[in-house]
């Protein structure tokens, strides 16, 4: 499994709140075991008490996304680094549940947490998936969807550096936002021709009286 997959785990979290709508989805255990995903065996390890704990991760994980969308890349360095000395992890060689076409385990890097809670495991995976994340592609490649109100956290792989929203849908959605923009520009500009070669009119009458 590629290090990087696990930034995933950072996205997922950070998006579960909406803060410009006011929305939450992270209300409750099970929706804090949503977030493992396939990991079912570390879902199984959180409680109660780790909904609060959960939040308070995605707090610190969202200002990693701001200060890098804002283009502070010192400070989402250095945020990103104080969550990776609270939240340590072993990366291992791993096989299980991959084999080539021989039956032969296919070897790859895995992330073994060694949490005291549910909360300390996922924040252990996530930061480290953002960090190999950054360090591959670089700061400027964490961003906040621009489509407002949404400002979901996204991870841009595109070739160019041209990423600006999470989704096709917010894509689309600003795109649709700024077209209609341009639309009412140019009929007011149009009114305000308008208006301006008519009072034009209005004063070449007059004066020719």
Not at 59 to 74: H, I, P
Not at 108 to 132: R, V
Not at 150 to 158: F, K
């Amino acid at each position: 499994m590629e290090l990087a997959y696990y930034s995933d785990y950072a996205v997922r979290l950070v998006n579960s709140e909406e803060p410009a709508r006011g929305k939450d989805s992270l209300t409750s255990v099970e929706a804090v075991r949503d977030l493992f995903g396939d990991n079912a065996s570390a879902a199984r390890r959180a409680t109660d008490a780790d909904v609060t704990r959960f939040r308070s991760v995605r707090a610190r994980l969202r200002s990693v996304f701001e200060a890098a969308d804002g283009g502070d890349e010192t400070l989402a360095v250095n945020q990103l680094n104080s969550l990776l000395l609270e939240f340590p992890v072993s990366p291992q060689i791993s096989g299980h549940d991959h084999r080539d076409e021989d039956g032969r385990p296919l070897w790859h890097m895995h992330l073994a947490d060694h949490p005291s809670n549910a909360t300390a495991g996922y924040a252990a995976i996530a930061a480290m998936g953002l960090a190999f994340h950054l360090t591959e592609y670089g700061v400027d490649r964490l961003g906040l969807c621009q489509a407002l109100p949404c400002r979901n956290a996204y991870l841009d792989t595109s070739t160019n550096r041209s990423r600006r929203y999470c989704s096709d849908r917010c894509a689309t959605r600003a795109n649709v936002a700024a077209y209609r923009a341009r639309k009412r520009l140019e009929a007011d500009r149009s009114v305000s021709s308008g208006r301006a070669a008519e009072n034009a009119q209005r004063s070449s009458a007059s004066g020719e009286r």
